[in-house]
């Protein structure tokens, strides 16, 4: 019987040979292409690859029509028949030209990065959501790559990567049909975000403090996510195995309860079409109250990761948002305080296996939404304004002083500037100092 689940496809081995290109301007920073074909062997690992043995070129710029240059070629030709290799991977994004001719030339499946990554969520997508966007991102990126009548998908009957996924069918359209299929995605997409901003909306008025887990891939988010909640979210020691947010309560020591989220983890060079695509899932973090930015300190790279992910952070326009960064897997590493002070604002330094520095990142979050907070002190005739407090943010904490109610609230601050002139005569400054010596 015929398996429709993209999880039980039955995989077409590769066996591939990794290729790097580093042009003169990339050879500045030599360490960084070297990391990032590293990464290349990790995420080809993920998707089911055999890797032979990883390649580089040096040049002075890429060759239109074959990307590495004659000579290469030919000797990724022979090294491809030397290990019997099936498939070649690029660690740059290839044009459907230079595809086409590595696939004349060389008599293998060709893939590029962004190729390799798309195939990877496409394994992962389960939600409606999740399936939709690797479509959508996988079609954006095939589209311009057709030739003439899009005969070249033939390539791609063959099965393995690129040819998986949610429109794994789809794929086999023309050209006007994936045009077609585009739009009528980005419409059902529409729907989806739709949904997402009424669900938000909804969080917002309930006035939950919200908080972002983000970071690199295998930083370790779902893990802390599952450590401090609780939850059964899928965690490997793989690239991307989360790809769409979770959300779930969080009970701080004080009693209050917050949501904590989960993203998907970020990547250098992750594929344009892919973040165009992910943006309704992303922009999860732009409704985040705090960051918490995980960094697996253990590797070498961690601050370049780090940077990435700021780096990302700052294209969706999340770059003010509040963070904390915690520096995990500190059981496998020491992260020197030289390293940690090149954090975005505070920082800590955890494991997400230790249950002290679990209640350590409570205890953070906590500190972040009572500083969000004022306190008012009403008198007890004034119930409106108690209810307008109700109305304008959270209210975390009441007492009663005499005739007065104090009440601290973690105030959202646009519905608080709108009735600033009714309550900021009642703000009580003296109260947030609790055991303060007169
Ligand atoms: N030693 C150690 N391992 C950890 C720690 N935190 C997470 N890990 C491991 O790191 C790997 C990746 O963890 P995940 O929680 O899946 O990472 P993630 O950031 O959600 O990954 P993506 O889904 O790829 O974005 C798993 O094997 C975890 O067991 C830690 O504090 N110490």
Redesign the pocket.
């Known amino acids: 019987m015929k398996q429709t689940t993209h999880h039980v496809i039955p995989h077409i081995l590769e066996r591939a040979i990794l290729v790097s290109l580093v042009t003169q301007k990339e050879k500045r920073n030599e360490f960084l292409t070297e990391y990032s074909l590293q990464e290349l062997v990790a995420l080809a690992e993920t998707a089911g690859v055999q890797v032979l043995e990883t390649m580089t070129q040096n040049k002075d710029a890429k060759d239109s029509k074959t990307f590495i240059g004659k000579g290469k070629v030919a000797e990724l030709k022979l090294r491809l028949e030397e290990l019997d290799g099936n498939t070649a991977i690029f660690d740059q994004e290839l044009s459907g030209a230079q595809v086409r001719n590595l696939e004349a030339a060389l008599d293998v499946k060709i893939i590029d990065r962004t190729q390799l990554i798309l195939d990877i969520f496409a394994q992962r997508a389960n939600t409606r959501e999740g399936i939709l966007q690797v479509e959508l991102a996988q079609l954006s990126y095939l589209l311009p790559r057709l030739s003439g009548q899009g005969k070249n998908l033939a390539r791609l009957n063959g099965g393995g990567i690129g040819a998986r996924g949610p429109g794994e069918t789809k794929l086999e359209m023309d050209r006007r049909h994936i045009r077609d299929r585009i739009d009528e995605l980005k419409q059902q997409m529409q729907e989806v975000v739709r949904h997402r901003v009424l669900h938000r909306e909804r969080r917002k008025k309930a006035g939950a403090f919200q908080v972002a887990l983000v970071?690199y891939?295998?930083?370790?988010?779902?893990?802390?996510l599952n450590q401090l909640t609780h939850a059964d979210v899928y965690?490997?020691?793989?690239?991307?195995?989360?790809l769409d947010p979770t959300s779930r309560n969080l009970k701080l020591p004080n009693g209050k309860e917050i949501i904590l989220t989960?993203t998907?983890?970020f990547i250098q060079n992750l594929p344009h079409d892919l973040i165009a695509s992910f943006r309704a899932t992303l922009e999860e973090v732009l409704e985040a109250d705090l960051i918490l930015h995980?960094v697996d300190s253990s590797l070498e790279m961690h601050m370049e990761q780090m940077n990435i992910v700021n780096a990302v952070l700052k294209e969706l326009g999340a770059r003010d948002k509040e963070q904390i960064t915690l520096f995990?897997?500190?059981?496998?590493c020491v992260t020197t305080e030289g390293q940690m002070d090149a954090a975005e604002g505070e920082f800590l330094r955890?494991?997400?296996?230790n249950e002290a520095d679990l209640e350590l990142i409570k205890l953070a979050i906590q500190e972040k939404l009572v500083s969000d907070s004022k306190w008012f002190r009403i008198p007890a005739n004034k119930g409106d304004l108690i209810a307008l407090l109700y109305r304008v943010g959270e209210v975390l904490e009441t007492d009663v002083d005499g005739d007065d109610m104090l009440i601290q609230v973690r105030v959202n601050a646009g519905d608080y500037a709108k009735n600033a002139y009714l309550l900021a005569t009642y703000e009580d400054n003296g109260q947030v100092e609790e055991g303060a010596t007169v």
């Open positions: 970071g891939t295998n930083a370790g988010k779902s893990t802390i965690v490997q020691n793989q690239l991307f195995a989360t989960d998907v983890g995980v995990n897997k500190s059981d496998l955890i494991s997400a296996f």
